[in-house]
T-cell receptor, first 114, second 113 residues
Framework: GDSVTQMEGPVTLSEEAFLTINCTYT??????LFWYVQYPGEGLQLLLK?????DKGSNKGFEATYRKETTSFHLEKGSVQVSDSAVYFC?????????????FGGGTRLMVKP | DVKVTQSSRYLVKRTGEKVFLECVQD?????MFWYRQDPGLGLRLIYF???????EKGDIPEGYSVSREKKERFSLILESASTNQTSMYLC????????????FGPGTRLTVL
């Protein structure tokens, strides 16, 4: 079945540092890939997405590129802020998944210190 | 904007109690989902529903049931709560076969004593 693996946290960075959170997946066909963010005390919000190979999703300074050859969708940001402290989830929606079910990774907590 | 609301943000119950968690969405979405979120395990699907009175088991349905009597409302029921059901519960919805992604509620943190 489909699966998503992401690096375990917590990841602790100083403000303005470069961020990478690794995400790799296993799926048949051509899944769509997502990054969700969960701020303290809130539900999940879609951060960015990519629906086909070589697509780059971007939002709020975050980027991730759909790499089919390495089955990866790593999240990056050039300069993190304290307000980016949250839990980040990588997820996939399988190809031809009319039910729109998502498979999630375990989540990575990011802590940014001033 | 799509809005998904959950009946409680925090809930404390005792072992053996029957617990109802309710979720309401206001965008006429066909599909609704219940997940539980645990540290290091991410989100795991408990049940989902494609339509009124339709339900399908997810990955971890044991100890849970659901009810979907109206399109906008999807309830999660813990028939006899146990301490291992202490968790964060998240509801989500999406239109059938949409290319968009799921919309999530704020979550209910349930503690079973």
């Amino acid at each position: 079945g489909d699966s998503v693996t992401q690096m375990e946290g917590p990841v602790t960075l100083s403000e303005e540092a470069f961020l990478t959170i690794n995400c790799t997946y296993t799926a048949t066909g051509y899944p769509s890939l997502f990054w969700y963010v969960q701020y303290p005390g809130e539900g999940l919000q879609l951060l960015l997405k990519a629906t086909k190979a070589d697509d780059k999703g971007s939002n709020k300074g975050f980027e991730a590129t759909y790499r089919k050859e390495t089955t990866s969708f790593h999240l990056e940001k050039g300069s993190v802020q304290v307000s980016d402290s949250a839990v980040y989830f990588c997820a996939l929606r399988g190809f031809n998944n009319a039910g729109n079910m998502l498979t999630f990774g375990g989540g990575t907590r990011l802590m940014v210190k001033p | 904007d799509v809005k998904v609301t959950q009946s409680s943000r925090y809930l404390v119950k005792r072992t053996g109690e029957k617990v109802f968690l309710e979720c309401v969405q206001d965008m006429d979405h066909e599909n609704m989902f219940w997940y539980r979120q645990d540290p290091g395990l991410g989100l795991r699907l408990i049940y989902f529903s494609y339509d009124v009175k339709m339900k399908e088991k997810g990955d971890i349905p044991e100890g849970y049931s659901v009810s979907r009597e109206k399109k906008e409302r999807f309830s999660l029921i813990l028939e006899s709560a146990s301490t291992n059901q202490t968790s964060m519960y998240l509801c989500a919805s999406i239109r059938w076969a949409a290319t968009d992604t799921q919309y999530f509620g704020p979550g209910t943190r349930l503690t079973v004593l």
